[in-house]
């Protein structure tokens, strides 16, 4: 899939928009634009300062939803809140299968494509088996046999839904790569989700975003 990001992508016809307050997938959870949720923030009191970034505290809106198709049933659900976070539920078949929410750590724009293309191919952020970012250790949390060599990222398209009612507004390519690391002292995992994106043909960015794996049981949905 990588060919994409090299300018040899397959013709193919153009895919029909949906129409205005259409919604190509059924968000999960009753989640939706315009609908807003809170998180338990509880596990910050336990042990102040020991993660990365801590989710937003209050209700939060979602001004727009993101759906990544990953086939044979498998898909993204992103909720983008108001500060700078998202709620992201993976589901199988309809299915709930994880709940994660991310704040947005940082953001790189690089100077021109070239630079984009090289570190989608070849930087260690995007599939190195173990990264130093933000004054910690990261180990590539993807499944692979690769052992400690670089592997590629995980390519996905992602569709954008804002407005109300809402609509299919904008779309982009991701070129992925998650990672984790202990926190001890939460016995929990805190999660690193590098991605670059490609959102048209002179916009691209490098985006750091760090979370937690959720449950239900931590957030309350209105």
Known sequence: MLDRLLGRRPAAPAAALPGPGELAHAPPLGLR????????????????????????GGYQGVPCYGHIDLGDGYALHRFYLDDDAFLQVSTVSGDVDGIQGFIFHETVHPPDKAAFQRFVTGDAHLGAAGIDYAGHRWTRATQTTAGDERIPP????????RHQPP??????????????????????????LVSAEDSGPADFSITYSVGVELTIADLDIT
């Open 154 to 161: 995980m390519v996905y398209d992602e569709v954008l839904y």
């Open 167 to 192: 609509r299919r507004d904008d779309d982009l390519t991701h070129y992925a790569m998650l990672y984790s690391r202990d926190v001890p002292e939460l016995s929990r995992q805190e999660l690193l």
């Open 33 to 56: 634009v315009g609908g807003r949720l809170q998180f338990d923030r509880t596990m910050y009191g336990v042990a102040p300062g020991v993660m990365t970034e801590e989710l937003p």
